[in-house]
């Protein structure tokens, strides 16, 4: 080979060489930013694009317009903790005995999302991305299970299961710890949504431009009690005479205003064609009646509540928005909050990390059409371990059985508010389901924490 060959080659590959280098930055930064929105406590027919006439939320509408609208989205669990435990891993919780919510107690080690589970944002970590979260954790008070040490590596926040809405207001020790960022106490500004959606949109601008795509955890703590709202929110309710519920009217409007200043960075900042968005509700509104006997969420027309395998416990508002990728409309295949993960580890082109134990399934092929029918065969739901309740759905049928009732079976496609049982005109599909949720718990467990106690009311000294 002569001296001018090689010297040719020689050229050629550092040509190539530099050209990958430069390239790199472009084409890592091609992968989408992903930002996770997570509502707490919020009523199925308590958003616009869900039709509700009563509470007016225009970003979240437009949002909407944007999405594909999955009308059949389910969170993992009816309560607060263990839904974003699942979320947290792309794993129904009770693999893992994270079925209830942990107490505040920093001293624990055991009460909080088990170490032993790979999380969310450790992976897209691995992927390259930059990971953020904002608001609520409610994933173990000890350190070891502090954000900045499951994978976050941005966090402020409120650690706990929730918190008072106004600086300085008094409340439970849980309900008014220090707000924290990055491992360290600081105090709370301005109404808490408020400053969430700040922060949030902080850090939306904070890292446009960069190489690195990002992923933000955004869990607001509305409009989950105590219902505090400020007074330019109440007014603008001053119809609604039952209080609670004007109240919770206005604390939802106030998150969707603060969800409008997020999605407005990321218009200001040219990021929102490459920003895959999730919207969801941690589980359905809760059965909290005020003082004159009135609840102040609605989850028309769905049956149940907050802490209910019915469909109101666990059926929930439920978008996905992508707009270089996904063509909004609307999307009727069942679909899990369990399918955040796997899906924004899909879409960051990173296959070969898949977990090999996911229960979510990546939704990214079907909500554009690639593929056909439905992402999931079943899906199940239990809430207070083995012998609790169970529900699961297998295409429109969905059986309910509750601690050691004869169970209940219902045709979602005819009767989405769960009213006529048909266990008895279908014995078949009956002994199918229960043999389902047999075989399914026997890749679960027993809770490994319990939820706190309510502390048992004070008698009146006389």
């Not at 032993?116 to 609520?136: D, H």
């Not at 709370?188 to 890292?207: C, I, M, N, P, S």
Request: with cysteine.
């Amino acid at each position: 080979m002569s001296a001018r060959r090689t010297f040719s080659r020689l050229v050629m590959r550092s040509f190539l060489f530099l050209t990958a280098l430069l390239l790199a930055p472009a084409a890592f930064a091609a992968k989408p930013n992903v930002l996770l929105i997570v509502a707490d406590d919020l009523g199925y027919n308590d958003v616009g694009f869900q039709g509700s006439k009563e509470i007016p939320t225009p970003h979240l509408d437009k949002l909407a317009v944007q999405s594909l609208h999955c009308t059949n989205g389910y969170v993992s669990h009816p309560f607060c903790s263990p839904t974003r435990a699942g979320i947290m891993t792309g794993r129904y919780q009770q693999r893992f005995g994270h079925e209830n919510n942990p107490a505040w107690l920093p001293e624990d080690t055991v009460a909080g999302l088990p170490l032993t589970e790979t999380t969310y944002p450790q992976l897209m970590q691995q992927a390259g991305y930059t990971t953020g979260a904002v608001g609520k954790w409610h994933l173990g008070a000890h350190p070891q299970f502090h954000p900045n040490k499951r994978g976050f590596d941005e966090y402020f926040g409120a650690l706990g299961g929730g918190h008072q809405y106004f600086p300085g207001d008094k409340g439970g020790a849980e309900y008014t710890i220090p707000l924290n960022r990055d491992g360290k106490d600081e105090p709370q500004t301005k109404y808490l949504t408020d400053q969430f959606g700040d922060e949030a949109a902080a850090f939306v601008g904070r890292h446009a431009g960069e190489a690195k795509p990002w992923m933000l955890y955004l869990a607001f703590n509305a409009p989950h009690t105590p219902l505090q709202a400020p007074q330019a929110w109440l007014d603008k309710f001053s119809q609604i005479a039952d209080k609670s519920r004007q109240a919770y009217v206005a604390m939802v409007g106030s998150m969707d205003e603060a969800i409008g200043g997020v999605l407005a960075k990321l218009d200001e900042t040219k990021q929102r064609e490459n920003t895959l968005i999730f919207f969801v509700s941690d589980n359905g509104g809760p059965n909290l009646q005020a003082k004159n006997g009135s609840n102040f969420t609605n989850n028309a027309p769905l049956r149940g509540a907050k802490g209910d395998v019915y469909e109101g416990g666990v059926r929930v508002p439920f978008l996905v928005s992508w707009p270089g990728k996904i063509k909004p409309g609307v999307y009727e295949q069942p679909v899990i909050a369990l399918d955040f993960l796997p899906t924004s580890l899909a879409v960051a082109d990173v296959a070969a990390r898949m977990p090999k134990n996911l229960d979510g399934v990546d939704l990214l092929p079907f909500l554009t059409g690639e593929k056909t029918g439905a992402p999931h065969g079943t899906l199940f739901w239990r809430s207070g371990g083995p012998g609790g309740n169970n529900a699961v759905r297998r295409g429109d049928m969905k059986l309910v059985r509750l601690g050691k009732a004869e169970p209940e079976l219902y045709d979602l496609a005819a009767d989405i508010g769960e009213t006529k049982n048909l266990a008895t005109e279908k014995p078949e599909i009956v002994k199918e389901l229960v043999s389902a949720i047999t075989e399914w718990e026997k890749g679960t467990i027993a809770p490994i924490f319990q939820s706190p106690k309510q502390a048992p009311k004070k008698k009146k000294v006389k």
